[in-house]
């Protein structure tokens, strides 16, 4: 394996780094590692902050529910549990506070009748019954018709246009909320409780382990009912982009499913790889990290390493499981997971804009691949010489960024603001090919 050709520091300093799945070629240049931007958004600065409650500062806080479209379902506490409700209808949304709510997206990037149009896609007779039960409520009809007025005139229409639109029209639209599949999974608070100014978002970070893996259990359920109700779908995209450099509308935590019916060219290549040597996620994910120092967190289920090659500064974490997707993991691999995922937001801090993108088995993919999700910290703007060349320039090469990391982390664990169980650095136990995907018991 001629990893030197993937990764080398230069007499002069430069890093050059080329990622060995996608083949993106990334240079971290010495000199400007210094003026790289430290990733905190543009744009006015923090106000003290005036406290809501309930919180109602977006379109995605709790005191303003009737603002998205109807709710799928929800995760409420109860005591020491948290527990799934499932189509709540609108009178009772404000009965009992939702820690996590899942609805569709006003703005699908996949549409419903993209399904309709090219697949002759039809909404599943549970979800046609929910749709019948929601709009039965006078509450339900007025927030459905609401909302897709309100979408139609975001999408340009006048109000008189609006006001031709038939009902029976509207409530076709309206089929995306109750059977399309791009969805959101919105976690309840805006600002943290201690918010002292408008930059105390609350962020990945500052959930507890607890709330993190049931907001991963939650999505998880999204994926699985996804796919029971449109058997067109071939993978699903799971992403969540944290504040507006990341691509974020709302400065409000939450992640997107999105269901396609391809693989996308990047899992196209994966799995390409993996025909050919289905140790290629251990060969070029742990085992070359580990060679180069790079694996810098680790607990029983996963582990994270800074990632080569990407054009922003990159966290890997893989899942060691046997198993290939999210929801074929147990609960406790789960858990492992999400734990370190949280730890690692933890450490980039909520003031980074980040992108956290999920990779895994595509449904229809016979060849498997670990389930990893990478933290792209979006501190730098790729520009014209990156478009001229095809040469990205990182801000941070992977040692800056794990040395960056690893301090912070010990500080988190030694607050106790991380799961004890993590290993940090030296700690981390580097076998060769941690990653179990390949095997088949
Ligand atoms: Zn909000």
């Known amino acids: 394996m001629d990893y030197h050709s993937l990764y080398h520091t230069m007499a002069d300093g430069t890093v050059k780094q080329i990622n060995p799945f996608t083949g993106v070629e990334v240079w971290t240049v010495s000199e400007r590692g210094n003026r790289a931007a430290n990733g905190e958004p543009d744009g006015p600065p923090p106000e003290p ?21 109807p709710e799928k379902s929800r995760v409420v506490r109860r005591g020491d549990c948290y527990v799934t409700l499932h189509h709540v209808m609108p009178e009772q949304q404000s009965q009992e506070a939702a820690e996590f709510r899942r609805v569709a997206n006003l703005f699908e990037i996949v549409s419903i009748n993209y399904w309709r149009q090219n697949y002759n896609y039809k909404l599943s007779p549970q979800n046609i019954q929910w749709k019948d039960q929601y709009l039965s409520s006078p ?107 990341a691509g974020a509308s709302l400065n409000h935590l939450h992640t997107q499913i999105v269901a396609i019916d391809e693989w996308g060219s990047s899992i196209d290549r994966q799995v390409k790889m993996l025909v050919a040597d289905k140790n290629v996620f251990n060969t070029y994910g742990p085992n070359f990290a580990g060679l180069h120092n790079l694996v ?6 996963a582990l994270a390493f800074v990632g080569i090659g990407h054009r922003y500064p990159t966290v890997e974490i893989f899942s060691k499981s046997i198993n290939a997707r999210p929801y074929e993991h147990q609960p406790q691999e789960i858990r492992g997971v999400s734990d370190l995922v949280r730890a690692c937001h933890a450490a980039i801090g909520g003031s980074v804009s980040v992108n956290e993108e999920w990779y895994y088995t595509p449904i229809d993919c016979i060849f498997k691949m670990p389930w990893h999700i990478n933290l792209k910290l979006r501190m730098n703007v790729p520009a014209g010489f990156e478009g001229g060349t095809s040469i ?28 004890p169980s993590i290993r940090i650095a030296e700690e981390c136990i580097v076998v060769p090919n941690p990653l179990q995907y390949y095997r088949t018991c």
């Open 296 to 301: 810098f967190a680790e607990n029983d289920f």
């Open 139 to 245: 509450l339900g009809i007025r927030h459905v018709m609401g909302i897709i007025d309100q979408k139609l005139k975001l999408s340009g229409k006048s109000d008189e246009e609006i006001a031709a639109v038939s009902p029976d029209v509207k409530l076709t639209l309206a089929d995306a909320f109750f059977g399309g599949g791009h969805e959101i999974i919105i976690a309840r608070p805006h600002y943290r409780s201690d918010a002292q100014t408008t930059a105390d978002l609350f962020s990945t970070g500052d959930m507890t382990d607890e709330q993190h893996a049931e907001y991963y259990h939650f999505i998880i359920d999204a994926l699985v009912d996804i796919i029971s109700s449109n058997r067109y779908v071939r993978y699903i995209s799971v992403f969540k982009n944290w504040l507006r450099p």
């Open 392 to 419: 990205f320039i990182n801000p941070l090469s992977p040692v800056d960024l794990r040395d960056r990391l690893v301090p912070r982390l010990y500080q988190l664990r030694g607050e106790g603001r991380i799961n």
């Open 49 to 69: 902050l005036e406290r809501m409650s309930p919180e109602g500062y977006c379109s995605f806080c709790e005191s303003r529910l009737l603002e998205t479209a």
